[in-house]
């Protein structure tokens, strides 16, 4: 049983496309969060949500825009694809007031 | 299944003494090992790494320690400081897949440094 799981695991696209990353989690789980990892395995966050309130990081594009249909998904769509957009995307969950984070896998989206 | 396991949730040392964080995984096919600190309302920030050639690395006052043949990786943190106060996702990497760049992380364990 994935926690979190996400898909696609691997996305390549050409530049100027706009793709989508599906995001669910089973743990009922209260806040999602979309992290994007450079080429030196940082881990930066992009978004933060729970069913309350959207935290942007405020160096995020807004070619980046998450959606969340209900509390258990938090879909992540980029328009206008670009080169320096290539990347992993990690989404994860917690419980904000239980601690403890659930990774997803990751998506290695490829911007050709 | 989970692959990478950080069975304490959380840790209290006083400030100056040695905090060892540990995390054990069961996917022999792991190759390097990462360390994350995370503070509140921060994304996880890149901590340490090691290789599984090797079996000790020193950072500062950060060493991470791998025990292949027990699966079995620790943080020491020494001495500890109150900025140490956080918490800290172990991950590990897999060359041949299982994740879109091989990258599985435990679950965290928030490290409490007492005055």
């Known amino acids: ?112 | 299944d989970q692959q990478v396991k950080q069975n304490s949730p959380s840790l209290s040392v006083q400030e100056g003494r040695i905090s060892i964080l540990n995390c054990d995984y069961t996917n022999s096919m792991f190759d390097y090992f990462l360390w994350y600190k995370k503070y509140p309302a921060e994304g996880p920030t890149f901590l340490i790494s090691i290789s599984s050639i090797k079996d000790k690395n020193e950072d500062g006052r950060f060493t991470v320690f791998l025990n292949k043949s027990a699966k079995h990786l620790s943080l020491h943190i020494v001495p500890s400081q109150p900025g140490d106060s956080a918490v800290y996702f172990c991950a590990a990497s897999n060359p041949l897949g299982g994740g879109a760049d091989g990258l599985t992380f435990g679950k965290g364990t928030h490290l409490i440094i007492q005055p």
Request: glycine letters at 6%; charged letters at 20%.
């Open chain 1, 1 to 112: 049983d994935t926690a979190v799981s996400q898909t696609p695991k691997y996305l390549v696209t050409q530049m100027g496309n706009d793709k989508s990353i599906k995001c669910e989690q089973n743990l009922g789980h209260d806040t999602m969060y979309w992290y994007k990892q450079d080429s030196k395995k940082f881990l930066k966050i992009m978004f933060s949500y729970n069913n309350k309130e959207l935290i942007i990081n405020e160096t995020v594009p807004n070619r980046f825009s998450p959606k969340s249909p209900d509390k258990a998904h938090l879909n992540l769509h980029i328009n206008s694809l670009e080169l320096g957009d290539s990347a992993v995307y990690f989404c994860a969950s917690s419980q904000l007031d239980r601690g403890g984070y659930t990774f997803g896998s990751g998506t290695r989206l490829t911007v050709v």
